[in-house]
């Protein structure tokens, strides 16, 4: 494979690349260079984190990086998930290796590694320190929403170790790339940024949209604006709002019905979850989407693009529910090895919905 068809695989399907000659340059001088993605560990996989998430690791893995799925317990410990259960957030995160395996992310190229073996290290916390005094507190406090939190009021002290801690395990695990979606922006800038005072190599980074929750904004969307990242997070798909979300292993009844609730607003895309699952999911994977019409309202409709398929939706020759039907339809094929997995391992997903 060429470098521009590796970069093109790199590439795809972000939002946002810092910086496309940086990346080149690690594919062309690194045999194996080292990517990551970070979660923290709580309920249940859904359709952000398994299918626009995956892909793209899949993608990163075709182009030859290790990819390593990092499993964020410490993390998740101090944000106070799953109660601070260390425990439950370990099992939560047995559960998310299982949800991706399930959905054909594995093999030699990817990696699993817990927070809490890098905090087993002595030089680990060497790290943390250093990029905590590289950096002013106004700082960090700025970069505390990617855990959910405004640096507003009364806040845990502990929550000032999470942006450091987050930098540290970008430059201990020899990261070339890091990975997330638009939320981790601040986490990977911060990475960079004290880099150059540390005198390392900044990590280069991509970043992918983040899912609108089925809910929608709540609100009319003009056509020309963008939503900024603060109302983005605020209305993304969240495991921590189950009602917002499409899970890896919902039935094929539970996808349609989830489907046919959720926000669609005719001739709108800025802001409805349910045109971006066709542009970052289903042309992601696919050439060409049909949905599927009954012939006294003109028959079938079949778009080879995203682009293609906006302009006819913007003019309002699209129906809402004709194109969520068809969406519920390719999204629980794209589901099948997943829920088949877990109908075997029911029991697991019972668990972790227990945490």
């Given at each position: 494979?060429?470098?521009?068809?590796?970069?093109?695989?790199?590439?795809?399907?972000?939002?946002?690349?810092?910086?496309?000659?940086?990346?080149?340059?690690?594919?062309?001088?690194?045999?194996?260079?080292?990517?990551?993605?970070?979660?923290?560990?709580?309920?249940?996989?859904?359709?952000?984190?398994?299918?626009?998430?995956?892909?793209?690791?899949?993608?990163?893995?075709?182009?030859?990086?290790?990819?390593?799925?990092?499993?964020?317990?410490?993390?998740?410990?101090?944000?106070?998930?799953?109660?601070?259960?260390?425990?439950?957030?370990?099992?939560?995160?047995?559960?998310?290796?299982?949800?991706?395996?399930?959905?054909?992310?594995?093999?030699?190229?990817?990696k699993y590694i817990w927070a809490s073996e890098l905090?087993?290290?002595?030089?680990?916390?060497?790290?943390?320190?250093?990029?905590?005094?590289?950096?002013?507190?106004?700082?960090?406090?700025?970069?505390?929403?990617?855990?959910?939190?405004?640096?507003?009021?009364?806040?845990?002290?502990?929550?000032?170790?999470?942006?450091?801690?987050?930098?540290?395990?970008?430059?201990?695990?020899?990261?070339?790339?890091?990975?997330?979606?638009?939320?981790?922006?601040?986490?990977?800038?911060?990475?960079?940024?004290?880099?150059?005072?540390?005198?390392?190599?900044?990590?280069?980074?991509?970043?992918?949209?983040?899912?609108?929750?089925?809910?929608?904004?709540?609100?009319?969307?003009?056509?020309?604006?963008?939503?900024?990242?603060?109302?983005?997070?605020?209305?993304?798909?969240?495991?921590?709002?189950?009602?917002?979300?499409?899970?890896?292993?919902?039935?094929?009844?539970?996808?349609?019905?989830?489907?046919?609730?959720?926000?669609?607003?005719?001739?709108?895309?800025?802001?409805?979850?349910?045109?971006?699952?066709?542009?970052?999911?289903?042309?992601?994977?696919?050439?060409?989407?049909?949905?599927?019409?009954?012939?006294?309202?003109?028959?079938?409709?079949?778009?080879?693009?995203?682009?293609?398929?906006?302009?006819?939706?913007?003019?309002?020759?699209?129906?809402?529910?004709?194109?969520?039907?068809?969406?519920?339809?390719?999204?629980?094929?794209?589901?099948?090895?997943?829920?088949?997995?877990?109908?075997?391992?029911?029991?697991?997903?019972?668990?972790?919905?227990?945490?």
């Amino acid at each position: 494979m060429s470098i521009e068809e590796r970069i093109k695989l790199v590439t795809k399907n972000t939002e946002e690349v810092i910086l496309e000659e940086e990346i080149r340059k690690i594919l062309e001088e690194k045999q194996k260079p080292r990517a990551y993605i970070g979660y923290e560990l709580s309920g249940l996989v859904h359709l952000g984190t398994g299918i626009l998430c995956g892909n793209k690791i899949k993608d990163l893995m075709k182009a030859g990086f290790e990819v390593i799925i990092f499993l964020a317990d410490w993390h998740s410990w101090i944000n106070n998930k799953l109660g601070a259960d260390m425990e439950k957030i370990q099992l939560a995160g047995e559960y998310f290796k299982k949800a991706f395996e399930s959905l054909g992310v594995k093999g030699p190229n990817v990696k699993y590694i817990w927070a809490s073996e890098l905090a087993e290290k002595i030089t680990y916390w060497e790290k943390v320190i250093r990029v905590a005094k590289a950096n002013t507190l106004t700082r960090v406090l700025r970069t505390l929403p990617v855990m959910g939190r405004k640096a507003e009021g009364e806040i845990e002290s502990g929550f000032i170790y999470y942006p450091a801690m987050q930098v540290a395990d970008i430059y201990d695990m020899e990261i070339d790339l890091a990975y997330g979606g638009m939320d981790q922006r601040k986490a990977h800038m911060l990475a960079r940024d004290t880099a150059e005072k540390l005198g390392r190599t900044k990590p280069s980074c991509i970043h992918t949209p983040l899912l609108t929750g089925l809910q929608g904004f709540g609100k009319k969307m003009d056509a020309e604006s963008v939503p900024d990242l603060a109302d983005q997070i605020d209305a993304k798909m969240s495991k921590s709002k189950p009602e917002t979300c499409i899970f890896i292993h919902d039935s094929e009844e539970e996808v349609e019905r989830k489907i046919k609730k959720a926000q669609c607003p005719p001739k709108q895309v800025i802001g409805n979850p349910i045109t971006e699952m066709v542009q970052y999911i289903v042309f992601d994977m696919f050439d060409q989407f049909k949905i599927e019409r009954d012939e006294k309202f003109g028959g079938n409709l079949i778009y080879s693009s995203y682009e293609s398929f906006k302009e006819s939706y913007l003019e309002g020759a699209i129906h809402p529910l004709d194109l969520k039907m068809s969406l519920a339809k390719i999204l629980n094929d794209i589901l099948k090895p997943s829920r088949e997995y877990f109908d075997k391992h029911q029991d697991l997903v019972e668990e972790v919905k227990c945490l």
